[in-house]
């Protein structure tokens, strides 16, 4: 059974850090690509970052470059997404996802497995 837990959402001030983590289960990293999506109340559901470890291609929309990075540790099977300088823009629930084979990290509708999501709320 294909399994994915998020955590490490909470409250933050604007200029603030988390790192949310995706433990996957019931399949190995290797197999498919994991994307991290948000989605705001009242708007729709977006990718932010997805990888894949088996080739080590990532991708981040373009409003959280160069502040929010993935990464994958497939010993533990799990897929992080480092947060800093977090702008009020950045509230949302935030969902992993897993598939396979891999598609694109902007078309949320293509993926098959999700996580029951974390909140992240950042105050200004």
């Known amino acids: 059974e294909v399994r994915l837990v998020e955590s490490g959402g909470g409250l933050v001030q604007a200029g603030g850090s988390l790192r949310l983590s995706c433990v996957a289960s019931g399949f190995t990293l290797e197999e498919k690509a994991i994307g991290w999506f948000r989605q705001a109340p009242g708007r729709e559901r977006e990718g932010v970052s997805c990888?894949?470890?088996?080739?080590?291609?990532?991708w981040a929309r373009n409003s959280v470059l160069g502040r929010f990075t993935i990464s994958g540790d497939n010993a533990r099977n799990t897929v992080t997404l480092q947060m800093t300088d977090l702008l009020p823009e950045d509230t949302a629930v935030y969902y992993c996802a897993a598939q396979r084979p891999v598609v694109a990290c902007d078309k949320p509708n293509e993926w098959g497995d999700w996580g029951q999501g974390t909140q992240v709320t950042v105050s200004s």
């Open positions: 990888i894949s470890t088996a080739d080590g291609s990532t």
